[in-house]
């Protein structure tokens, strides 16, 4: 097992991360072209309802997993391991057995009544199957950040991306003759298809692993049996029951935003395919942009629970101040030139992605929250590691019910429409991440340092004023030079500030794996 640092690990995730991001975006141009916009609802349409039932299967137990097994790991008890490992696979695939069943026996009630559109039948028994892989792999997945070897989590993300582009792009331009409801079926079997490559690379690795330790030294005295091998079920509850309802509320709210925004604004005077196409533009561009660096966010998280999960079984708070200050460091140093970017260059950024400047307006209005974002998951990440997940699940639902509300205030007014929507989710942001921080700092009795905040706010501040110029003045007559003059002397100027102001050194360099010994 090749266990990896605290930086190490969240590095080959993030690059995982960016490499999945950059594809994603390949579907979303080319999908559209083979089944239309028609097709492409179509696809979509099955997607909110099928996202709750995989919330309740599966989203808590990665953490849950990756916690226990941490922290068995920290006391050498392999029995345990082994153990947490067959209670959450029968758990969990118990449940996605239980799921697909309903939902193929409800299948035509679900399409007809609840998604409105019959059409849609095809593609949502195309995406039943996908329950019971996506519950496996939720678990393998789990364990590996457990043992933090984020390896096998990085290479299935990208092997299932791979194989998900070219099946489902594949699959629907062949069954496009068939009509336009079958070409989105073919491309969310393309989707499950990738989803069990993924699943694939998990078991291998998995099998590996399994065999390398078989091949190993003796077992532990731990391992022998005895008290010291069990785990109790309810602490696997504990954990994974408060995430899933903090992420199921998540989603709910996702949910009855999209209902409300459409209503608002129909309220206000909006005509409803106007309100449609502005609910569009919000949720398929401006939100995918502002989420961009996300793939760190998330990589962070992920490596974060183990390793606080093991320092907090060991007592070590000082390793968790440490990892918790490295997590928010980077988070800050990195995250803000994008935000700096889709602030300042947010018309031209729009328009070369979209070809479409005006929706710069609404990413430009976003982007002053982007770093309450950045922060946000290693925070809840931190709670939830650290055993107040029931904190992360309170601070996402007042969230969630001052965004609803503030949707149904903003958005029915004429003078605010569409934008009345984009405040509460700024406020939304702000507010769960605000309260994040609050429920951490009070529990460790955690301070960012000052500098990390003033050194990287001037360092933005000279990659702003730099880019501002370079967009602006009309140094060269081809617009699209200026903005890729802009955009990449406003990034050397930051890396360049943040060395000067020592926001990182030759140190943090090293850490970097594959070139830091370089």
């Avoid at 947490?84 to 035509?108: K, M, Q, Y």
């Avoid at 966010?297 to 200050?325: C, N, Q, W």
Wanted: net charge positive.
């Amino acid at each position: 097992m090749r266990k990896q640092s605290f930086i190490k690990g969240t590095m080959i995730l993030l690059a995982a991360g960016i490499v999945n991001r950059i594809l994603g975006f390949v579907p979303r141009i080319t999908l559209p072209r083979i089944i239309g916009a028609e097709g492409v609802g179509l696809y979509q349409l099955g997607y909110p309802f099928m996202i709750v039932i995989i919330t309740i299967i599966s989203s808590g137990v990665p953490l849950a997993v990756a916690k226990l097994v941490a922290e068995a790991e920290s006391e050498g008890n392999e029995r345990k391991i082994r153990s947490i490992l067959r209670v959450s696979l029968a758990i969990t695939c118990g449940l996605a057995v239980f799921f697909t069943l309903f939902c193929l026996w409800a299948a035509p009630w679900i399409t007809s009544r609840l998604l409105t559109d019959p059409r849609v039948y095809h593609t949502f028994m195309s995406m039943c199957p996908i329950l019971p892989i996506v519950a496996l792999s939720a678990v393998y997945r789990g364990y590996f950040q457990g043992r933090q070897n984020m390896i096998p989590t990085a290479l299935s993300q990208v092997v299932e991306t791979l194989v998900r582009i070219a099946a489902m792009l594949t699959l629907a331009y062949l069954f496009l003759p068939y009509g336009v409801e079958w070409a989105a079926a073919g491309a969310m079997i393309g989707v499950v298809i990738g989803e069990l490559f993924g699943m694939l690379v998990l078991l291998i690795s998995f099998s590996r692993d399994k065999t390398r330790k078989q091949l190993g030294a003796a077992k532990s005295v731990s391992d022998g049996g005895g008290p010291s091998g069990e785990f109790r079920l309810g602490k696997l509850f504990s954990i994974a029951v408060p995430v899933t309802a903090s992420r199921l509320v998540g989603s709910t709210s996702y949910l009855l935003e999209s209902i409300l925004i459409a209503q608002s604004l129909a309220v206000a005077g909006v005509a409803t395919a106007v309100a449609t196409a502005q609910y569009g533009v919000l949720q398929g561009m401006v939100i995918p942009i502002l989420l961009m660096p996300g793939a760190l966010t998330y990589s962070l998280s992920v490596s974060l629970i183990p390793s606080l999960s093991e320092a907090a079984a060991r007592g070590d708070m000082k390793t968790i101040h440490k990892r918790l200050h490295q997590s928010l460091r980077l988070a800050l140093v990195t995250g803000a030139p994008f935000a700096v970017l889709m602030y300042v260059l947010a018309e031209p950024l729009c328009y070369y992605l979209y070809n479409n400047a005006e929706v710069g307006k609404m990413l430009k209005m976003m982007a002053p929250v982007a770093m309450f974002l950045y922060f946000q998951s290693p925070l809840q990440a931190t709670l939830q590691a650290l055993d107040r997940p029931g904190s992360a699940l309170t601070n996402t639902l007042i969230g969630a019910v001052v965004k609803l509300a503030l949707i149904g205030y903003l958005a029915s007014r004429p003078q605010w429409g569409i934008l009345g929507a984009v405040v509460a989710i700024n406020a939304n942001i702000a507010l769960v991440t605000l309260l994040h921080w609050h429920s951490v700092t009070r529990m460790l009795k955690f301070r960012m340092k000052g500098a990390d905040y003033w050194k990287t706010g001037l360092a933005a501040a000279v990659m702003g004023t730099i880019c501002y110029f370079m967009m602006n003045e009309a140094w060269y007559d081809d617009p699209l030079v200026r903005f890729i003059a802009a955009s990449v002397a406003g990034v050397v100027i930051y890396l360049i500030s943040i060395v000067a102001l020592k926001l990182v050194d030759r140190s943090d360099f090293s850490r970097i794996p594959w070139i830091g010994k370089k």
